[in-house]
């Protein structure tokens, strides 16, 4: 009985060391989620009026040429940059995004996409399945998000333009609250010339001429929406670890508190046994 109650408090301990680390870290998460958050309500605006202009000339002037607005008839191959986190410990945010991946592989062929993988779980996956990645961005602690969408832009872009591949993608995770997170995939290029979501377009005069300024605009654009997409990303990511790592610390408590009712019992079994003892051996010096 010793020896089990030694037990007891030994994992009772063990538990409560692993409950302070869960614990920390859903704050770290906590704090990275918010930094994200403020980043994203400072930048979302700027993103959509960029947007929302560069569809409203493209609505006023159907005209324009650009090399990012190049469509090509047969399309051939595919880029899919995929999204997904350095790191485990955030639920299923890298199952869902990877399920997803794989299903748009095989929806096009393996042999037609080439894969440009953002995390260390996304291209360990790939890895694992035997899909070459054509770029891996790993080791992203930091989280440097200028640094890493302008070397995604710039790798995307890249791929377009030299005709490597005739349209890029990009899949990534859109939080729709903390617990609810959604894999969208996007086409990133080539870029769309539909009319604006809301209301009728707004009527530019472009000086000098509306090509330059589009010239002009749509490396911007693709700038802005690259960043906007790995902060959503980000946020997502964060959001996912800090719930899981809420969930750990909860079960983590009810586990110390049942261990703790089994160790109380243990120890009033032997304190019993203990005072059952003593009765015993004083009957026994009376007889």
Do not use: W
Request: proline share 3%; hydrophobic share 40%.
């Amino acid at each position: 009985m010793s020896e089990s109650l030694r037990q007891i408090k030994l994992r009772i301990k063990s538990i409560e060391n692993t409950e302070k680390v869960v614990h920390a870290m859903q704050m770290i998460s906590a704090a990275k989620m918010r930094r994200f958050d403020a980043l994203y309500n400072s930048f979302h605006p700027y993103y959509l009026k960029l947007e929302s202009m560069l569809k409203d000339i493209f609505a006023s002037d159907t005209a324009i040429a650009n090399p990012f607005l190049e469509t090509r008839p047969g399309v051939k191959r595919l880029a899919l940059c995929v999204i997904a986190s350095d790191t485990g410990l955030c639920g299923n945010y890298n199952e869902v995004i990877l399920t997803r991946a794989r299903e748009f592989i095989d929806s096009h062929g393996a042999d037609k996409v080439e894969l440009i993988a953002v995390g260390r779980k996304a291209h360990n996956y790939f890895k694992r399945l035997g899909i070459r990645t054509l770029h891996a961005y790993e080791d992203m602690t930091l989280r440097d998000t200028n640094r890493l969408s302008e070397d995604l832009a710039a790798k995307l872009t890249g791929l377009f333009l030299l005709k490597t591949v005739d349209e890029v993608y990009i899949i990534y995770t859109h939080p729709q609250s903390l617990v609810r997170r959604k894999a969208i995939v996007e086409k990133f290029l080539n870029i769309s010339r539909e009319a604006p979501v809301h209301g009728s377009p707004t009527t530019y005069i472009c000086e000098p001429d509306a090509e330059r300024l589009i010239g002009k605009l749509i490396p911007a654009y693709i700038s802005a929406k690259m960043k906007f997409i790995l902060i959503e990303a980000f946020r997502s990511e964060h959001a996912a670890r800090m719930v899981a790592m809420q969930t750990a610390t909860d079960n983590a408590e009810d586990l110390v508190d049942t261990l703790t009712l089994q160790r109380n019992k243990a120890r009033q079994t032997m304190i019993t046994k203990e005072m059952l003892e003593i009765s015993s051996a004083a009957e026994a010096l009376k007889g």
